[in-house]
T-cell receptor
Framework: QKEVEQNSGPLSVPEGAIASLNCTYSDRGSQSFFWYRQYSGKSPELIMFIYSNGDKEDGRFTAQLNKASQYVSLLIRDSQPSDSATYLCAVNMGGFNKLIFGTGTRLQVFP | GAGVSQSPRYKVAKRGQDVALRCDPISGHVSLFWYQQALGQGPEFLTYFQNEAQLDKSGLPSDRFFAERPEGSVSTLKIQRTQQEDSAVYLC???WGQGTGQPQHFGDGTRLSIL
């Protein structure tokens, strides 16, 4: 079992729809969770982080965390073609500073 | 500068050559991380510095990989006797503090190609 798992996609959604990206992790003691967006040929860009169970909203983005289910998700409302990118889920595990990344989910938003 | 700066952006080397990759973190950031990202994969942790101290090097794939941060600011990742499997993007990230859970901000990376 991978430490951080994501569906590789592609996830295709029409412009204006809600895109839902999911991530599961193996270490029940994990405390910090991050979502990065990565455009092709570019470096990862931090878009959200969440530490507590529940929802955290920032503009069109909502991160959701359920520690009991070891599940974190990212919702993108009113998806735009410019949101088309790979979304990486990352977790601090076991009290360590390093991030463990999933392989990323490729999102395609079509007009 | 405002962000993490890495150089060179692209590096092509022949198999067996040594390479050095530079990372200049955000000013004042205490923690510095190196990651390796293969095509189609997420970044994988290589090593971590807190100021000049290398606290975790568990991700370095072999003894050909060496990193340093002698004055607690700029860091260099050196790869000796490069192999084709070293071809990847090398990413550097920094955070202002030393605790866990702080968001890491990445540089643009160095794309290394070994011929």
């Amino acid at each position: 079992q991978k430490e951080v798992e994501q569906n590789s996609g592609p996830l295709s959604v029409p412009e204006g729809a809600i895109a839902s990206l999911n991530c599961t992790y193996s270490d029940r003691g994990s405390q910090s969770f991050f979502w990065y967006r990565q455009y092709s040929g570019k470096s990862p860009e931090l878009i959200m982080f969440i530490y507590s169970n529940g929802d955290k909203e920032d503009g069109r983005f909502t991160a959701q965390l359920n520690k009991a289910s070891q599940y974190v998700s990212l919702l993108i409302r009113d998806s735009q073609p410019s949101d088309s990118a790979t979304y990486l889920c990352a977790v601090n595990m076991g009290g360590f500073n390093k991030l463990i990344f999933g392989t990323g989910t490729r999102l395609q938003v079509f007009p | 500068g405002a962000g993490v700066s890495q150089s060179p952006r692209y590096k092509v080397a022949k198999r067996g050559q040594d390479v050095a990759l530079r990372c200049d973190p955000i000013s004042g950031h205490v923690s510095l991380f190196w990651y390796q990202q293969a095509l189609g994969q997420g970044p994988e942790f290589l090593t971590y510095f807190q100021n000049e101290a290398q606290l975790d090097k568990s991700g370095l794939p072999s003894d050909r990989f060496f990193a340093e941060r002698p004055e607690g600011s700029v860091s260099t990742l050196k790869i000796q006797r490069t192999q084709q499997e070293d071809s990847a993007v090398y990413l550097c990230a920094s955070t202002w503090g030393q605790g866990t859970g702080q968001p890491q901000h990445f540089g643009d990376g160095t794309r290394l190609s070994i011929l």
